[in-house]
């Protein structure tokens, strides 16, 4: 299997179970035990690996929500929870998805080695989200880290095209 048939075999199933954790009744818990409920807990846990910037530096990461929805959303949660602890938070209850839905699923180790890998060689240049969700720890154990991973790459998977517009203009175009 080529790259181009790979990547069109993987996005698919990545973007379906890639935000398999973002509403599960235990991210839903985990947000509410701290006071934030599911949709703070989504905007400060996806952008919150950015830390405590701005809602503008937010919605840039993000790109395709409503800028006065996401304000409002980033704000608010930010006054009840530090950034960097809901996006450490958010990929704690990554892991416990995968941990409840992947266990026992043979071949983990090796789909966490090879997504390990694309991981490892992906270039983060101007993709926000992705550099800051990419520089997060990851559990050891394989359910937990395969979910982790393939959210990982999820972001990947939605920054790549946000971040280069202009990748798609021929040489000529660009002058």
């Known amino acids: 299997m ?3 048939a790979l990547i069109a075999a993987a996005c698919p199933t990545i973007n379906e ?20 409920d599911v949709f703070h807990l989504y905007f ?5 690996v950015l830390g405590a910037v701005d809602a ?29 602890a809901a996006a450490t938070l958010y990929m704690e209850c990554c892991a416990a ?7 026992g699923i043979n ?9 390990g890998a694309i991981n490892a060689a992906a270039d983060p240049t101007g993709l926000a989200l992705y550099a800051g969700i990419a520089a997060q720890p990851l559990v050891e154990d394989a359910p937990g880290r395969a979910m982790q991973l393939v959210s990982v790459l999820r972001e990947f ?10 990748s798609m203009l021929t040489s000529n175009e660009l002058g």
């Open 107 to 115: 071949g983990l180790e090796q789909f966490c080695e090879t997504a």
């Open 56 to 84: 503008s530096q937010v919605y840039s990461a993000f790109g395709y929500f409503n800028p006065e929805l996401l304000a409002r959303m980033w704000d608010e949660a930010k006054a009840i929870s530090d950034p960097r």
């Open 2 to 4: 080529d790259a181009d």
């Open 157 to 166: 998977r939605g920054c790549e095209p946000l971040s280069h517009p202009r």
């Open 97 to 103: 998805v995968g941990r409840s839905r992947l266990a």
């Open 17 to 36: 179970i890639g935000w398999a954790h973002y509403f599960a009744p235990e991210t839903v818990a985990k947000g509410e035990a701290v006071g934030l």
């Open 44 to 48: 400060l846990g996806r952008g919150g």
